[in-house]
């Protein structure tokens, strides 16, 4: 009921975990394995070891709404193959690598690795607000160039996260899928700033982070909903989600499947949760399975009203 499928990829459930958070440690996510996930992706990974900015890193600037600069912290590729290994040993649901590197070349070796490793899907992260791979997503070109280097040098999918930090997310969707990509994945976090109402200074040590959760849920479902009449691939909606009302939103605006980021600082029994209320909704309007639902808004365009009323 719950079962979805991106590629050749079948997912139990379409709950994943998105990158950055808890994915690092095979014990972290095993636990989310268990708890019911139905995919992982990790922390984007890059070739060194890397420390990130200083705390604070993360705040909470509403309630259920974050800003971050974590700045792609992360064990680097050697640690992170040994993760890879560990945590396919004990799960079989599907584990996304998220990588970064220096250069076309450079994210390319990283998911040449991490295929070796044994994971089941690259998902390159060429939209982190706070760090060097930010503009790539900003330009069709790169972002062909990116996906194209990726798609050659492995025969797992390949996955492109996308950024909100843009006008028209279109031609960006559309570069990725045509370089190749399996999947697009978006979005990732908001260009945003928070400053101490006393003195001005800005809150996170690197100054401007990305917002996540409950605040940016409707620019991912309008993200998502712009660019699914425009390509023929999979989408994986993130940004904001809560509750299992939130992963019918998305799914209904052209999601296959969708990511849960900062929720997980309530538990992981919101897992449970959501499944729990999918399934019980889906029984009581007799839908067999979740994707019957995806672009069930797109259905309404025409009843949209195209233009505001004049003035009398
Ligand atoms: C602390 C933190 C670290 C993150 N690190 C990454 C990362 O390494 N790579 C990436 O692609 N996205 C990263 N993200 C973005 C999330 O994967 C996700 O796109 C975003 O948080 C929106 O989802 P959410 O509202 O459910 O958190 C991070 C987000 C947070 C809050």
């Known amino acids: 009921m719950l079962n979805c499928q991106i590629a050749n990829l079948e997912f139990p459930n379409p709950l994943i975990l998105a990158s950055g958070i808890l994915g690092v440690a095979p014990s972290s996510m095993l636990r989310l394995a268990r708890a019911g996930i139905g995919g992982i992706t990790t922390k984007s990974v890059g070739p060194r070891i890397r420390y990130g900015y200083n705390n604070p890193s993360i705040i909470e600037i509403e309630d259920g709404t974050f800003l971050n600069s974590v700045g792609l912290a992360n064990p680097g590729i050697d640690q992170m193959l040994l993760e890879i290994s560990e945590f396919k040993k004990h799960s079989n649901i599907p584990l996304i690598v998220s990588v970064f590197g220096d250069g076309p070349e450079g994210f390319a070796e990283m998911a040449k690795l991490a295929e070796k490793a044994g994971c089941d899907a690259i998902e390159i992260n060429i939209s982190c607000p706070h760090a060097e791979v930010a503009s790539i997503a900003l330009s069709p070109d790169l972002t062909h160039e990116f996906t194209l280097a990726v798609k050659k040098a492995v025969s797992i999918p390949v996955f492109a996260k ?52 409950k605040a940016i849920k409707s620019i991912g479902v309008r993200v998502i909903y712009e660019i699914y009449p425009h390509v023929n691939i999979p989408l994986i909606g993130v940004g904001g989600i809560y509750n299992w009302q939130d992963v019918l939103e998305y799914v209904y605006a052209g999601a296959s499947a969708v990511q849960i980021g900062s929720a997980f600082y309530q538990g992981d029994h919101i897992l449970q949760e959501i499944n729990q209320g999918l399934t019980q909704f889906l029984e009581s309007e007799n839908v067999s399975n979740i994707m019957d639902l995806r672009g069930k808004a ?8 195209g233009k505001p009323k004049e003035c009398l």
């Open 298 to 305: 797109h259905q309404y365009t025409e009843q949209l009203e």
């Open 162 to 213: 996308l950024t909100p930090n843009i006008a028209n997310i279109i031609p960006i969707a559309q570069a990725a899928e045509k370089a190749g990509a399996d999947a697009i994945v978006a979005i990732n976090t908001l260009r945003g700033l928070a400053l101490d109402y006393k003195t001005g200074r800005p809150l996170l040590s690197h100054g401007i982070g990305g917002v996540s959760g």
